[in-house]
């Protein structure tokens, strides 16, 4: 399962690379793309800004009815307060331009499944897949206008 959820967080960080180079985050004094798996992570730095794709995991990995194909499901969330903190005018374009992001780092919606605990990370022969983001309303906290959206993932479990 740790496979699926390194390579999904892979994936959606190197899709990022190429729709906008610029979205990065400064963590532990370096700079990545502003993708980040809240599982992952020392607590948050304060210097991460609200433009960072943020993914949690929700419960754990659910076996399907049907075989031995399992989902995880997961939700990204984002936002922004705006380049300007007195009149935050353009947050909601900002949102609308992340929403265009991830959208672009969904499609095409399937990657090679890898093992990252090695170097250099080995190919497991099967895929990870997952659904089209749902995109839930956006919200307002501290002048930071917010979206969350759910994607489920689904990947066959590696065998021992």
């Known amino acids: 399962m740790q496979a699926a959820k390194d390579t999904f967080l892979k994936a959606l ?3 990022l690379t190429v729709a906008n180079p610029a979205r990065t985050v ?6 990545r793309p ?3 798996a809240l599982e992952n992570e020392s607590p948050l730095s304060p210097e ?6 943020l993914l949690s995991w929700e419960g754990i990995g659910q ?19 705006g380049t300007n903190d007195m009149l935050r005018m353009d947050r909601g374009r900002i949102l609308t331009a992340m929403d265009r992001e991830l959208l672009k780092l969904c499609e095409p919606n399937r990657t ?6 090695l170097s250099p990370p080995s190919v497991l022969g099967t895929n990870v897949f997952w659904t089209w983001p749902v995109m839930e309303a956006p919200s307002e906290m501290a002048g930071v206008i917010q979206r969350t959206a759910a994607i489920r993932v689904f990947f066959f479990p590696e065998v021992a």
């Open 26 to 31: 400064v963590m532990d004094g370096a700079p």
């Open 63 to 81: 076996a399907m009815p049907e075989g031995p194909l399992m989902y995880l499901d997961c939700k990204l969330s984002y936002g922004s307060g």
């Open 13 to 15: 960080a190197d899709r």
């Open 48 to 53: 991460v800004k609200p433009e960072t794709f």
């Open 112 to 117: 090679a499944k890898y093992d990252y605990t």
């Open 34 to 36: 502003a993708v980040l």
